[in-house]
């Protein structure tokens, strides 16, 4: 079992920036991927960036070139540094870690962005 805890989440103005980080105890031998998603009212959960275990991001069409995803591998924490926000970014926000092995997503409770116009 991995235990994921979010923070950063909160109300900003449009353009404003927040970051969000994911905590897990599951470590690099265990986990293979860290990614960020969100889901708003009314529509499915998408993916926004995700991190491999090596490095190597991808992110949104949507985010691109405003979000930045990275790692701290010493703290078994990924980041999620959010710039430029727009209305269209409110949503919860909420980590998922791929076990290494069995290909099980974890996931966090979520935390809420709010970005007001």
């Known amino acids: 079992q991995v235990h994921i805890v979010e923070s950063g989440g909160g109300l900003v103005q449009s353009g404003g920036s927040l970051r969000l980080s994911c905590a897990h105890d599951?470590?690099?031998?265990?986990?293979?991927?860290v990614a960020w998603y969100r889901q708003a009212p009314g529509k499915q959960r998408e993916l926004v960036a995700i991190?491999?275990?090596?490095?190597?991001?991808n992110y949104a069409d949507s985010v691109k070139g405003r979000f930045t995803i990275s790692r701290d591998n010493g703290k078994d924490t990924v980041h999620l540094q959010m710039n430029s926000l727009k209305p269209e970014d409110t949503a919860v926000y909420y980590c998922n870690a791929k076990h290494r092995g069995s290909g099980t997503s974890y996931w966090g409770q979520g935390t809420q962005v709010t970005v007001s116009s």
């Open positions: 599951g470590g690099n031998y265990i986990i293979s991927a």
């Open positions: 991190i491999s275990s090596g490095g190597s991001t």
